[in-house]
T-cell receptor
């Protein structure tokens, strides 16, 4: 099955720094989603993007849906300790009733004291 | 509270011993799906169900079965587990434009 190319794989930053991560695909998606996974939990939706070129914010998070529908980025400003976790991008296509999400491989964010 | 509930959270079993991971959602969603998560591979779809009695294969269905006899429940069945099915499993239901609601996961180890 297809996967998205997500980078970087891991990030080590200091509290207060800004963070940027992105995903690219060879296929077009109708919707891009960004999820965060805390240890021992399932992924939780952060931001959903529905239109090519769309730029959406959710608090300190900003994400954009690439104009070609094949990429997206997520920025986190002024990181805080609770931002630690794994971030996944996901592209959505509705295909004959299958609401399938194709996930990136994840970006593990660590905040250095 | 709207949620997807999986059980058990942790399971260690031996090769070949049939097991079932249960999944239940209280949001009356029609669409449900199972994913497995492996290091470096992200989440991959195992099976999905568009409604009661309607199920189909995802990207990695080999070695798994599912059933959907009622809307709220979508169990994942491993008839003869093997070590390569050691993984973290997530059940999810679809909320339309808001994406999936995921369960908290089941960590399965097959020895």
């Amino acid at each position: 099955g297809q996967q998205l190319n997500q980078s970087p794989q891991s990030m080590f930053i200091q509290e207060g720094e800004d963070v940027s991560m992105n995903c690219t695909s060879s296929s077009i998606f109708n919707t891009w989603l960004w999820y965060k996974q805390d240890p021992g939990e399932g992924p939780v939706l952060l931001i959903a993007l529905y239109k090519a070129g769309e730029l959406t914010s959710n608090g300190r998070l900003t994400a954009q849906f690439g104009i070609t529908r094949k990429d997206s980025f997520l920025n986190i400003s002024a990181s805080i300790p609770s931002d630690v976790g794994i971030y996944f991008c996901a592209g959505h296509v509705s295909n004959f009733g299958n609401e399938k999400l194709t996930f990136g491989t994840g970006t593990r964010l660590t905040i250095i004291p | 509270e709207a949620q997807v509930t999986q059980n058990p959270r942790y399971l260690i079993t031996v090769t070949g011993k049939k097991l079932t991971v249960t999944c239940s959602q209280n949001m009356n969603h029609e669409y449900m799906s199972w994913y497995r998560q492996d290091p470096g591979l992200g989440l991959r779809q195992i099976y999905y169900s568009m409604n009661v009695e309607v199920t189909d294969k995802g990207d990695v269905p080999e070695g798994y079965k599912v059933s959907r006899k009622e809307k709220r429940n979508f169990p994942l069945i491993l008839e003869s587990p093997s070590p390569n099915q050691t993984s973290l499993y997530f059940c999810a239901s679809w909320e339309g434009g808001s994406g999936y609601t995921f369960g908290s996961g089941t960590r399965l180890t097959v020895v």
